[in-house]
Nanobody, 121 residues
């Protein structure tokens, strides 16, 4: 099970940190990802970190968002800064193993329920 926390409403330019806590399994061998979905849009890739700690960020968030993982605490984090109104979405964390394509939502087999991030202009 994955549970996201840390969402909220902020102003443009603010920072926000999301946490995803895993239970029922250890995450050490999993690729972990963050996705987001805005109203009326498809779920889109935000960032991922694999089991070797290689990190990948979407171009739209590069240099503003940082993904990290803590295998001891079984958590995944997304540090977001310089937030923009277009970052407004429900943010989901996801986990999967032996991924062929970490940017595709269908590669992941476990999802959290999502947490809302709203950035006001």
């Amino acid at each position: 099970q994955l549970v996201e926390s840390g969402g909220g409403s902020v102003q443009t330019g603010d920072s926000l940190s999301l946490t995803c806590t895993a239970s029922g399994r250890t995450i050490g061998t999993y690729t972990l990802g963050w996705f987001r979905q805005a109203p009326g849009k498809e779920r889109e890739f935000v960032a991922a970190v694999d089991w070797e700690y290689n990190k990948y960020h979407a171009d739209s968030v590069k240099d503003r968002f940082i993904i990290s993982r803590d295998n001891i605490k079984n958590t995944l984090h997304l540090q977001m800064s310089s937030l923009k109104p277009e970052d407004t979405a429900v943010y989901f964390c996801a986990a999967g193993q032996f991924l062929l394509e970490f940017r595709q939502p269908t590669s992941y087999d476990t999802w959290g329920q999502g947490t809302q991030v709203t950035v006001a202009s």
